[in-house]
């Protein structure tokens, strides 16, 4: 059987340093932190007092108040990136079959501002009192439902969940359903609005979080020698993926091919990473296999790279490795220096940004960095402090999550 080919043709994000795809490439090209004080909740007891929130963000500019009490935030930022993407790629305007259209959808936790609430509740009075909402708003495979509800998709529909990486899972599971022949054109990304107490100090008692309270923009600092731990972002992201010859047919704009999809276990620890890099180098490594490429075919790479002490060193260690001599010629960066750590919809937010690479040549910097970590190979390109232009080709973007969960999806320039 001969697969398909799979390209994108839409996205849309939404996110700590932008509310829209153009808004955060923009912000990605500045350098700009998304960090700031908490808002959302009040954090002052808490041993992190800040994150990356989305901005600016009213849900009944997108909702009339009865659809937004029936969505958590994770919901509702989902929808909001999943709308632009639709729009985007045009393919409400073209007529196609829409029972061949699938969402397919990442989310690490789910709706935890709602779990919270009512559970929190329930626990002040004594009473089992619950609103009718509770469960429909909380599952985290609730928001792909609300997709197709929205514009009557009624192709594969379902959510991926492996932590940090179940976004780059959703991206991986909706090419290999195109590439079968399973559906014409998937919705897929992410969201993850995990911003709340319990979420913050959830990963506080991990010892997980960035403390750098003093100082919140420059805490998130990819390979610098004083990192401290991540910073934790919300948000949510989309990509229109599609099979090449129904989008030429219709004469859809193609941004890239989605060429490459690996995953691998760490099998490891529930939290830590291999001291290796053993998962993140069989995930690139896999990823490279399936997309027919050679190591020396990459011309960028957005890493993981959270800014946690044995993270950002396995998967630079990781890369060394695999790619060798080669290595040295890649312009490598973090995003996560400006966006924080936006856990399940992490992997599509940073497949945007390795997408962006491929249509501007340009790469966006990672921010913060102070000190070199004589751990780390010096001579890795991480397009420290300022954008590198660069005429990239093939990007790939690393994506892993608690559990060893490891996913890497590379994209090539059509």
């Known amino acids: 059987?001969?697969?398909?080919?799979?390209?994108?043709?839409?996205?849309?994000?939404?996110?700590?340093?932008?509310?829209?795809?153009?808004?955060?490439?923009?912000?990605?090209?500045?350098?700009?932190?998304?960090?700031?004080p908490t808002t959302l909740f009040d954090a002052t007891n808490f041993k992190t007092r800040f994150a990356?929130?989305?901005?600016?963000?009213?849900?009944?500019?997108?909702?009339?108040?009865?659809?937004?009490?029936k969505m958590d935030r994770n919901t509702q930022l989902g929808m909001v990136a999943a709308r632009e993407a639709v729009a985007h790629s045009r393919i409400m305007e073209d007529n196609v079959d829409k029972h061949r259209v699938g969402v397919i959808w990442g989310s690490g936790i789910g709706g935890l501002e709602t779990?919270?609430?009512?559970?929190?509740?329930?626990?002040?009075?004594?009473?089992?009192?619950?609103?009718?909402?509770?469960?429909p708003k909380m599952i985290a495979d609730i928001?792909?439902?609300?997709?197709?509800?929205e514009y009557?998709?009624?192709?594969?529909?379902?959510?991926?969940?492996?932590?940090?990486?179940?976004?780059?899972?959703?991206?991986?599971?909706?090419?290999?359903?195109i590439q079968l022949g399973k559906a014409d054109v998937i919705v897929c990304g992410g969201s993850e609005a995990a911003v709340t107490a319990s979420g913050v100090g959830g990963f506080n008692a991990m010892m997980a979080l960035s403390t750098r309270n003093e100082d919140p923009k420059t805490a998130s600092r990819p390979f610098d020698k004083d990192r401290?731990?991540?910073?934790?972002?919300?948000?949510?992201?989309?990509i229109i993926l599609e099979e090449y010859e129904h989008a030429v047919k219709r004469g859809a704009t193609i941004y890239a091919e989605l060429l490459g999809g690996g995953m691998s276990a760490d099998a490891h620890h529930m939290t830590a990473p291999h001291p290796e890099g053993l998962g993140a180098y069989l995930v690139m490594k896999n990823c490279l296999e399936d997309a027919g490429l050679t190591a020396d075919e990459v011309d960028h790479i957005n890493m993981h790279g959270t800014s946690t002490p044995l993270g950002d060193l396995a998967e630079s260690s990781a890369i060394s490795k695999l790619f060798g001599e080669h290595a040295y010629d890649i312009q490598i960066n973090s995003t996560k220096s400006m966006t924080g750590h936006l856990l399940g919809a992490a992997g599509v937010i940073e497949a945007i940004a390795a997408l962006g690479t491929i249509i501007h040549g340009i790469v966006p910097p990672t921010i913060n960095h102070?000190?070199?970590?004589?751990?780390?190979?010096?001579?890795?390109?991480?397009?420290?402090?300022?954008?590198?232009?660069?005429?990239?080709?093939?990007?790939?973007?690393?994506?892993?999550?608690?559990?060893?969960?490891?996913?890497?999806?590379?994209?090539?320039k059509i």
Request: charged share 20%; glycine share 10%.
């Open 1 to 36: 059987m001969e697969l398909k080919r799979v390209v994108v043709t839409g996205f849309g994000a939404l996110t700590p340093i932008g509310n829209n795809a153009n808004e955060y490439w923009e912000s990605l090209l500045k350098g700009e932190s998304g960090a700031a």
């Open 228 to 238: 401290d731990g991540f910073v934790l972002g919300e948000g949510a992201g989309a």
């Open 115 to 135: 779990f919270e609430t009512e559970v929190l509740g329930w626990a002040n009075t004594d009473i089992p009192r619950f609103n009718p909402f509770f469960i």
């Open 52 to 69: 990356c929130e989305v901005k600016n963000f009213n849900p009944l500019d997108h909702f009339d108040k009865k659809d937004a009490k």
């Open 370 to 412: 102070f000190t070199d970590d004589d751990k780390i190979d010096s001579r890795l390109n991480f397009t420290f402090n300022e954008a590198v232009k660069k005429d990239v080709k093939v990007a790939m973007s690393n994506t892993f999550g608690f559990g060893g969960h490891n996913a890497c999806v590379l994209f090539k």
């Open 143 to 149: 928001t792909p439902g609300h997709i197709s509800i």
């Open 152 to 177: 009557g998709f009624h192709g594969p529909n379902y959510t991926t969940v492996s932590a940090c990486a179940s976004s780059a899972n959703a991206l991986i599971d909706s090419k290999m359903l």
